[in-house]
């Protein structure tokens, strides 16, 4: 028998409407279904990566990675915000495995040059937590808007250079952080050159997908 629960049609149902899912009475409608008795695990022997994590929601998720034992980094652009949250890190969880590993998720040949220096085989969760909403166009080195960037082009990026480490971990977990600020912010762009060229995303050269992976 098929069972069905009317309050996760409720919540799918306003979760879809954006203006009653990003906003506090979102938060408290998921928040009745937590149970503090999931987060009791170890996660001794694992790897996880955090971009964004040395403040915010970043920092928070990298915190309670390290208290259950994880060997953590914290991806950041830079690396004085990252070592400082790092050394917090450490010491409020008594985790002496918390790294810091220079990456601008909007910048593709940062992103490459972080996956080349990254030596773990294996990578068990990835949160993509980095994001930026600025209030005007700003392009990238590689002409391509910084919002689209950081919170798209980026992410999915690190995670298909990610994914032979990550398929090497016997359950990885891939996650991504989004936010309601989009529904709620108003943007004028005005293009500095009227006749210029708009910047193509194939500057991020994306990887073709082959093999196991192209599932």
């Not at 790294?99 to 601008?104: K, N, S």
């Not at 080195?141 to 992410?155: K, S």
Request: aromatic share 6%; charged share 25%; glycine share 8%.
């Amino acid at each position: 028998m098929i069972s069905f629960d009317p309050k996760s049609l409720v919540d799918g149902l306003l979760d879809a409407t954006i203006v009653l899912s990003f906003d506090r009475s979102g938060f408290w409608r998921h928040a009745a279904r937590f149970r503090a008795e999931d987060l009791e695990v170890s996660l001794a022997g694992k790897t996880c990566l955090v971009t964004g994590g040395n403040s915010g929601i970043g920092k928070a998720a990298a915190t309670q990675f390290a208290a259950r034992g994880a060997g953590v980094f914290l991806l950041c652009r830079s690396r004085e915000r990252g070592e400082a949250a790092a050394e917090e890190i450490r010491r409020a969880t008594g985790n002496a495995a918390v790294r810091v590993e220079e990456l601008d998720v909007s910048e593709k040949q940062s992103i490459r040059a972080f996956v080349r220096r990254f030596r773990p085989s294996r990578v068990d969760v990835l949160v993509n937590n980095a994001g930026v909403l600025p209030d005007r166009r700003v392009a990238t080195e590689d002409g391509v808007e910084l919002t689209l960037a950081t919170n798209l082009l980026g992410p999915y990026l690190l995670t298909e250079l990610l994914l032979p480490k990550l398929e090497a971990a016997p359950d990885a977990r891939v996650v991504s952080v989004a936010s309601g600020g989009c529904t709620r912010r108003s943007s004028t762009w005005k293009r500095s050159s009227p006749a210029g060229p708009t910047p193509s995303t194939a500057s991020f050269n994306m990887p073709a997908r082959s093999g196991p992976s192209s599932s």
